[in-house]
Each structure stands twice: as C-alpha cells, then as structure tokens.
C-alpha cells in the first residue's frame, strides 16, 4: 500500500510551504481535487516557460526557484506542480522517462521528468513539460497524454514508478549545474 502521507511532504525541492509557492497554490485552487489539479496542471505547463525554449541561462531547481526565475526544465516544472498540488492537499509524485538524445551521439540517453498525481484511488500521470507544439498535452485522467511516446527500439523506457522525492541523480545534475548549458551536458542519461 502506497503511504500517500510521503507524496503529500514538503522538502527543498517541494518547497510547498514557501511563500510564493503557497500564494501560487491558493491561486489555482478550485472546488473539487479535479478542478484544482487542472488547474494547477494548466498553470506549471502554460505559465512557466521550459528553459531550453526560452535559451535561459539560470537553472531552476526548486518550485520557488521556477516561480522566482520564471522557467524551469522539466524536472524543476515537475516540482512546480507537486508543491501546488501538495499545498493543496492533493498527493503528488514524480516520474521519468529515459529518451533517446537525438542532438547527441548515437545511443545518447537523458532522464525525462514528469508527475503523477493520486486522483480517485489511484495514480493518474501527466506532463507538464509543455510550451511548444506537441508536448503540450491536456490532461485527462482517462487517458494519459505525455508530452513524449517512448519508442523501445531506440533504447528508450517508461518508469511506471512514482517517487515522493526526486532521484538522487536528478539532484546531483541539478545542483551540480551553474548554468542551463552546463546542465544540458550534466542530464542523467538513466536513473542510476
């Protein structure tokens, strides 16, 4: 039995108790746990710039830090959004992905992250990487959209996990990282 009390946690990357955070939460809050996770979904993918997309150079870590600089990559967006939804009482988690990197050499491999969310009694994912065309998918509990379809035969896999903290490996190219750029060379190309 999964403890949701894990996935409902504060910590220095689900700063969910930091004051933006909470300014940001109570924004999107809405009648029922459906209405605010949409919301709160709709918030992180449209209103916080992907930081590839905007060539920004400072690198986001935690949901504060998206908040604070605007933009995030995908790991720090999926932060975002398990803080607000954590603030407002909803279980969060977070997801990854391991993509095949086509600007890298052949067999390049990064982590991708993403969330799921704990909806009706079980964990419902979404991704809200968003931004550009076609990663921006809505989300719908019925029929999970992501941002990227794996394909297998290029090594690439789909982590049904759901972690209440991020791996270490996220956190090490993360705060390991000065810059966007440098991150970029630092992504984790597994979860080992």
Not at 75 to 83: M, R, V
Not at 88 to 102: M, V
Not at 146 to 168: H, M, Q, S
Request: proline share 6%; with cysteine; aromatic share 6%.
């Amino acid at each position: 039995m999964t403890d949701l009390a894990l996935f409902l946690a504060r910590s220095a990357e689900i700063d969910s108790d930091e004051p933006s955070v909470r300014r940001l939460s109570e924004s999107v809050r809405r009648e029922t746990a459906f209405e605010t996770i949409r919301a709160a979904y709709e918030v992180v993918r449209d209103g916080f710039a992907h930081s590839y997309d905007i060539a920004a150079q400072e690198v986001s870590v935690s949901a504060s830090d998206v908040i604070r600089h605007g933009h995030g990559i995908c790991f720090a967006k999926a932060h975002l959004l398990a803080a607000l939804l954590r603030a407002n009482g909803i279980p969060a988690g977070l997801c990854y992905q391991k993509l095949t990197r086509d600007d890298l050499d052949a067999g390049s491999t990064c982590l991708h992250g993403l969330n799921a969310v704990w909806l009706d009694g079980r964990w419902r994912r979404l991704d809200p990487r968003g931004n550009r065309p076609g990663t921006a998918e809505p989300f719908d509990p019925d029929c999970e959209r992501l941002a990227y379809t794996i394909d297998p035969t290029r090594g690439e896999r789909d982590y049904a996990d759901v972690y209440p903290e991020p791996l270490p490996c996220v956190l090490t190219a993360l705060h390991g990282s000065r810059t966007v750029a440098e991150l970029d060379r630092n992504l984790p190309p597994d979860r080992d």
